[in-house]
């Protein structure tokens, strides 16, 4: 299997979860176009009026996922995600859109979305998989219940719809994964994608046949795909050179956990934080020390069973479990599904 990860970055504490304001905007946008009022929505007179007028500003991520909840009870719209990206403008995402847009090829922009998507937000995970004949393009809020229905079908109708029309093809999907439980009605999703779909995951995610990758893009450009990436690579280096809490401690995680139970004291140190201070930080960002530790075994678990390379036991040993029918215990709690009867993609 090869993995797209983004770059790590130092480990600096003291950073706060950010996005860019271009992630908020459309929904905004979306409103007004419906002639509803975003005023009511209380979360928008805490972002300054220049973070608005200026289109490379960052806004406090729990901010950001709040106006997108508040936004869809404004307009009494379930799939106000999937309505929003369709109505997206070219153009909306600034130098990274347009570094994707004019790659050689679908991979090669995809492999650009992973490699600055810190630009429009600095804790979310993305990565693109190839295993065999499969291609996974995944998205990942290590938060409680993970992105929100609106941010979760918003990003996977926004790349997908994308990505179509930047290769002028129709895409044609294996499965479209969603963090959020299976909604009342999966009409407006069958729509957009007709694929076979699937709801609380880990991770928001496209699988698709991995030779779309090679598809060409229409507005491929060389000359301007160098000048652009430069552009980017600047926003890239000038945003805090450093991850969030969260994504520190994920990282750390994933490289402790077959050492056993991994403790908050011991990630702590490493971080050059009290274990008072690490909780505190978490808590600001959402979340808790024991749902990481959860969201990298999960995460983990699933990709070695995609691999298909290892026998239960050695996976159960790598997380960090004291056996296998304790992993086996804690799989299913997760997935509803035994580890050998869990989908392999």
């Known amino acids: 299997m090869k993995i797209a990860q983004p770059d790590k970055m130092s480990t600096h504490s003291g950073h706060s979860a950010s996005v860019s304001v271009r992630s908020v905007l459309p929904v905004l946008a979306y409103l007004q ?3 509803l009022d975003v005023q009511k929505i209380p979360e928008l007179a805490r972002i300054k009026a220049v973070s608005l007028d200026d289109i490379e500003a960052r806004v406090p991520h729990a901010l950001a996922i709040s106006v997108w909840e508040k936004a869809s009870r404004l307009a009494g719209d379930d799939h106000i995600g999937l309505h929003t990206a369709e109505c997206v403008r070219p153009g909306s995402f600034g130098a990274l859109e347009y570094a994707i847009r004019s790659s050689h090829d679908l991979g090669a ?6 490699q600055y998507h810190r630009v429009m937000h600095d804790v979310a995970e993305v990565r693109l998989e190839t295993a065999g004949k499969n291609a996974i393009l995944s998205h990942c809020l290590p938060v409680p219940g993970g992105a929100p229905q609106p941010v979760s079908e918003f990003i996977m109708a926004g790349w997908y719809l994308a990505f179509c029309r930047l290769t002028g093809v129709r895409l044609r999907l294996d499965e479209v994964r969603f963090t ?10 069958q729509r957009i994608f007709g694929a076979p779909l699937s709801f609380s995951h880990d991770r928001s995610e496209l699988v698709f ?7 060409p893009m229409l507005e491929s450009d060389a000359e301007l795909q160098r000048l652009l990436e430069s552009v980017v690579m600047t926003m890239h280096e000038n945003l805090p050179a ?5 994504s520190q401690v994920l990282r750390l995680l994933r490289d402790e956990l077959c050492d056993g139970e991994p ?11 009290t274990p008072r201070t690490l909780h505190r930080r978490l808590k600001e960002e959402g979340t808790s020390f024991r749902l990481i530790v959860n969201t990298a075994r999960r995460d983990l678990a699933e990709r070695y069973l995609r691999e298909g390379r290892m026998t239960i036991t050695e996976i159960a040993f790598l997380l960090g479990y004291s056996d296998a029918n304790a992993f086996h215990r804690a799989f299913k709690r997760w997935t509803g599904h035994a580890p050998r009867s869990h989908p392999v993609s």
Request: proline share 5%; glycine share 8%; aromatic share 0%.
């Open 180 to 189: 959020h439980a299976k909604p009342a009605s999966v009409s407006e999703c």
């Open 209 to 215: 046949p991995a030779g779309l990758l090679e598809l």
């Open 33 to 35: 176009s419906k002639q």
């Open 263 to 273: 403790t908050m004291e011991a990630i702590a140190e490493k971080l050059c934080l």
């Open 109 to 114: 922009g995809i492999h650009r979305l992973v």
């Open 242 to 246: 450093s991850e969030g809490v969260i």
